[in-house]
């Protein structure tokens, strides 16, 4: 079962031309967090947003967690090929104490033409 | 400040065998997580570990073990390997905060395991 449905699952757009990411998901996280993975790579943490509505700016890239705590977004402003990679985004679940697990979307794959 | 490191980079084993993975924490960190990601997919969560034991555990058969030492370095063990174990093996780490929450998990390089 997929807890995270993310959209588009490809996007090949134009330098300088802006694009949004959605990951939405039916149950409600108490953060959610962000990746870019570059192939045969790790991902990368972007960002950690916590509280419902927040919105968190990364220079070109803004990032905003729904008032649920549900789902997310990523826009990124005048893309540049730089940018290229799979974005993935990643729901925490704390379920007492420590335990804490990230389940993650299929993520999104993100090409920028020069 | 090390970050996370894994090895090997890349392996390549047999229907049958049996791989050991290997994870080394970022400097400070104290708990590790595994992690399988297909081509084309998102990571899967197999396990974490702190304090030398297994804490938590994702939707994967008993083939998948693991162990933590007293260093926090960690190892994943898959028996009897399966075609579709082919993938990305990624370890993550992080800190167990004194309020019992973690902080972020950082990901390390991954290790490509290939099984022919």
């Known amino acids: 079962t997929q807890l995270l449905e993310q959209s588009p699952q490809f996007l090949s757009i134009q330098e300088g031309e802006n694009l949004t990411v959605y990951c939405n998901s039916s149950?409600?996280?108490?953060?959610l967090q962000w990746y870019r993975q570059e192939p045969g790579e790790g991902p990368v943490l972007l960002v950690t947003v916590v509280t419902g509505g927040e919105v968190k700016k990364l220079k070109r890239l803004t990032f905003q967690f729904g008032d649920a705590r549900k789902d997310s977004s990523l826009h990124i402003t005048a893309a540049q090929p730089g940018d290229t990679g799979l974005y993935l985004c990643a729901g925490a679940k704390w379920s007492g104490g420590s335990n804490y697990k990230l389940t993650f979307g299929k993520g999104t794959l993100l090409t920028v033409n020069p | 400040d090390a970050g996370v490191t894994q090895s090997p980079t890349h392996l390549i084993k047999t229907r049958g065998q049996q791989v050991t993975l290997r994870c080394s924490p970022k400097?400070?960190?104290?708990?590790v997580s595994w992690y399988q990601q297909a081509l084309g997919q998102g990571p899967q969560f197999i396990f974490q570990?702190?304090?030398?034991?297994?804490?938590q555990r994702g939707n994967f058969p008993d083939r998948f073990s693991g162990h933590q030492f007293p260093n926090y370095s960690s190892e994943l063990n898959v028996n009897a390997l399966l075609l579709g174990d082919s993938a990305l093996y990624l370890c993550?780490?992080?800190?167990?905060?004194?309020?019992?929450?973690?902080?972020?998990?950082?990901f390390g390089p991954g290790t490509r395991l290939l099984v022919l």
């Open positions: 400097s400070g960190h104290d708990t």
């Open positions: 570990y702190y304090e030398e034991e297994e804490r």
């Open positions: 993550a780490s992080s800190l167990e905060l004194t309020s019992g929450q973690q902080e972020t998990q950082y």
């Open positions: 149950s409600v996280f108490s953060s």
